[in-house]
């Protein structure tokens, strides 16, 4: 029977220990593609393409594998999609698995992702089948690593491979243990169909092209489906897999991964996470869904042209198609115009949804600086909810602020410990626990206010331990905290966009600095253009842009063509993310400048 051939399985990985370099292997030893075809990367290309609108999302292979026992084997190889590893969307393809490869880089062992993504993996009861990726490094320790896979993880690693994806060493051993040690899906075929929408993208002929793991039953071309989160109906228009370029079938049946587009035009229809069945044949329960996400984070986010606005309102509608994390919503400001606060679960979200705006629609944008949500009591008692720094009510209509404060684990090896404390303790931490995890690494538990993380945290840590700090942390609740909203103004006017919240320990020299900061970085005008911090009606600090020199090359000295060049370029390119507010060009860093600071 077929199912007993197919095998359904993830890769899962720390970044940059190898999870691409892997799977690209894996396709090359069971020749999904022609040896002329292969090239570095070829999950991540696909990508690519599809981010330039040629093909479709593509995040789960089918691949044929002719095992040592002389079967032929189907495996599903579902990527984690292909931006960042976001642990939920790692979650949500790890739900159409029965396993997992959980590469680990032999020179770096364990790290904070790695541990994440297992815990993932076990949630989902996925079959963990660990790799001990890079043997081919001199650094190479893959005794301690396989030390450590069962010491902090705690699951079996003496049948770990040791591989380099790199070489080529190990693969064939990874395939074996897959046909051995993935289970083989179970499911009912002759149940009635539910199936798992795991990703989605918008194809604009064949509408929303949804991703499914098929748990129960069949699904064929030209029946009726129903989505079980709304009920709405569709008709199959084609199902198929990816192999990787898109191959259509006559149906899928339990245990299988592919596609179904169902000429679904309206995006808003199909969820993530939701069960789709048959209109005259049910299922009775669906899936259990996917958790409900919350944003934590949020920013403004305007078009450069504001001709563009219509168009960042649908781009954001399709990308959380399939990231139902994001979220949005109209908003106006004084200095920007027409724009949106979107929500975002970090600032890792924030950057990859920025990015993709550009990159795959084509957007200019300014985004503002990132805020918390904070949490005001009114004088007259009301208790409003404050999500733009520039919406906090007049200091004197504020009884008192609560700002959300995070448990932050940060691992780090011994040596940096103390660096890390230092900065834990500066960014208004309270300590709470320190445990090794061994001989190397600790474990360093603060309580701090997310706010804090947000601004340089992670950039200060990174510096801090030379790049081998991890972090993770979670919201723990509220808390009230000596909070002031902290005003910049241009030419005597406030700029909404610039406004901040910020401790009151910290108000004036932050003030002081932004003021200094934005002076480096707004370029001059026509025109001299006074720069003020203000908090309440009191300023706290002054300076000026001076006005504009005509040529910015005039300084330099007058053979050095490249350089002359170079700096043309910069400016060409600081031009397209400009944003005029009144008569004064402000460029992106400007509204990013209250993130990096000392
Ligand atoms: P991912 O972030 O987990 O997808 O990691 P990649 O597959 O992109 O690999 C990260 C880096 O490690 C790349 O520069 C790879 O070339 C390199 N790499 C991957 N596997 C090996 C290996 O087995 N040995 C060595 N030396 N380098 C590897
Ligand atoms: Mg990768």
Known sequence: ERQKRIRNFSIIAHIDHGKSTLADRILQQTHSVADRDMQAQL????????????????????LTYKAKDGEDYIFHLIDTPGHVDFTYEVSRSLAACEGALLVVDAAQGIEAQTLANVYLALDNDLEILPVINKIDLPAADPERVQFEIEDIIGIDASEAVHASAKSGIGIEEILEQIVEKVPEPQGDVDAPLKALIFDSAYDSYRGVVLNIRVMEGVIRPGERMKLMSNGKEFEVVEVGIFSPSPIQRDFLMAGDVGYVTANIKTIQDTRVGDTITLANNPTEEALPGYRKLNP????????VDSSDYNDLRESLERLQLNDAALQFEPETSQALGFGYRTG???LLHMDVIQERLEREFGLDLIMTAPSVIYEVVKTDGETIIVDNPSMMPDNTEVDKILEPYVKATIMVP??????????????????????????????????????????????????????????EYEVIGYKQSNLVKLDILLNGEIIDAFSTIVHRDFAFNRGKELASKLKE???????????????????????????YRKDVTAKLYGGDVSRRKKLLEKQKEGKKRMKSVGSVEIPQEAFMAVLSMD
């Open 414 to 471: 011994n040596d940096y410990v103390g660096a890390v404390m230092d900065l834990c303790e500066r960014k208004r931490g309270n300590f709470l626990t320190m445990d090794y995890l061994d001989e190397y690494r600790v474990n360093v538990v603060y309580e701090m206010p997310m706010a804090e993380i947000i601004f340089d945290f992670f950039d200060k840590l990174k510096s801090n331990t030379k790049g081998y700090a991890s972090l």
């Open 296 to 303: 934590m984070v949020y920013a403004g986010l305007y078009p």
């Open 43 to 62: 999950l991540d290309s696909m990508d690519l393409e599809r981010e330039r609108g040629i093909t479709i999302k593509l995040n789960a292979i089918e």
């Open 521 to 547: 970085i707004i370029p001059r005008q026509m025109f001299e253009i006074p720069v003020q911090a203000t908090i309440g009606n009191k300023v706290i600090a002054r300076t000026t842009i001076k006005a």
């Open 344 to 346: 975002f679960l970090g």
